[in-house]
């Protein structure tokens, strides 16, 4: 690819011209480099706080643009409005890209009548998942270093967990743009690895009603992806980079040698020795099973910089 590009830029090709390559997935063409948008939602302490949604939606549209023209053709996106109308209406204008849904931050999950996902309920579900593991495997894992199990959910209420369908299909809805969706995101997987698979397996149905294909959210790493792949999923997404993954890493990349389907790759870049994009890559590249990335980047010159890198290193 890199000695493609060099031959394209040293003829006078166009660098919009060259892009990132596809895999098939389900007959469907999946992108090997995803943008991320975290960084633009607000809802993390990485991310930048806009004045206006005005600002917010020129800032996301302008680093799509400056993606686009470095060979990026997939890009996902979680339930903002501003961000969704942006991307909604540059696919209209690119109907060669590829969207990715991840419609879970705040929805979808309840106990009763409360969320899964906010406050003091979050934190239940991490200290049921800690409590619930195999001990010497989480042991030394930062992921479930601070659980305090004593705050776990119960069987019985684990049992009354529930998706709340009419509200995942209007999530679903807004995300009709979109080609392929994240299912299960929850904590480490913790829907999965708590025994309500059942509640995974239906969001597989409903996103597969409305048309899209549905991939894995695999945050518990190798705790989960056994399951998900023994699941109607296509693939699935994993938070891995060359220091950790859930449980931990070497456990993790025994169980993706065994995997069957496309694994995508994000948080690649994070690492306590600082952003090396070389060498984060070059370890993903080593992982066969791997054959997607997501990158999070903060605006267009941090886009242009990180995706003209990876032409030479994925």
């Known amino acids: 690819l890199h000695s ?17 390559p596809f895999i098939k997935i389900e007959n469907k063409k999946y992108p090997t480099v995803i943008m991320g948008e975290d960084h633009f939602t607000g809802w ?5 706080k806009y004045n206006s949604e005005k600002e917010r939606g020129k800032e996301y549209q302008e680093t799509l643009e400056t993606a686009y023209s470095l060979g990026v053709r ?3 996106m979680s ?13 209209q204008k690119h109907p060669g890209i590829v969207c990715i849904s991840n419609h879970h931050w705040h ?34 894992s930062d992921w479930f270093k601070n659980a305090d199990v004593k705050k776990r959910f119960s069987k019985k209420e684990i049992n009354s967990f529930r998706l709340d369908e009419e509200e995942y299909k209007q999530q679903l809805d807004k995300f009709s743009f979109c080609d392929f969706s994240l299912v299960g ?28 294909v ?21 693939g699935t997404w994993i938070w891995i980079n060359k220091h950790e993954a859930c449980p931990n890493l070497d456990y993790t990349l025994k169980i993706i040698k065994k995997s069957k389907k496309p694994i995508t790759a994000y948080r690649v870049f994070a690492s306590p020795d600082g952003f090396n994009l070389e060498k984060s890559i070059s370890f993903i590249k080593s992982i066969k099973k791997i054959k997607s990335v997501v990158v999070g980047v903060n605006g267009k010159e941090q886009a242009k910089e990180t995706f003209s890198g990876l032409r030479e290193y994925w």
């Open 74 to 76: 997939g890009f996902s």
């Open 4 to 20: 493609n590009f060099k031959k394209c830029l040293s003829s006078g090709g166009s660098l919009q011209m060259k892009v990132f």
């Open 185 to 212: 995101n929850l904590g480490r997987s913790a829907l999965i690895n708590l025994g309500r698979e059942d509640i995974v397996k239906r969001e597989i149905e409903l996103v597969k009603e409305k048309g899209l």
């Open 107 to 140: 929805t979808n999950y309840y106990l009763g009548n409360k969320s899964l996902w906010l406050g003091k309920n979050l934190e239940r579900v991490g200290a049921s998942e800690a409590f619930d593991y195999d001990k010497d495997l989480i042991k030394d």
């Open 79 to 91: 339930p903002h409005s501003t961000l969704i109308k942006v991307l909604k209406d540059f696919k």
């Open 214 to 234: 549905p991939i894995g959210m695999c945050e518990g790493g190798g705790l989960a992806l056994t399951k998900y792949e023994k699941m109607n999923v296509a």
């Open 44 to 48: 993390f302490k990485k991310c930048k």
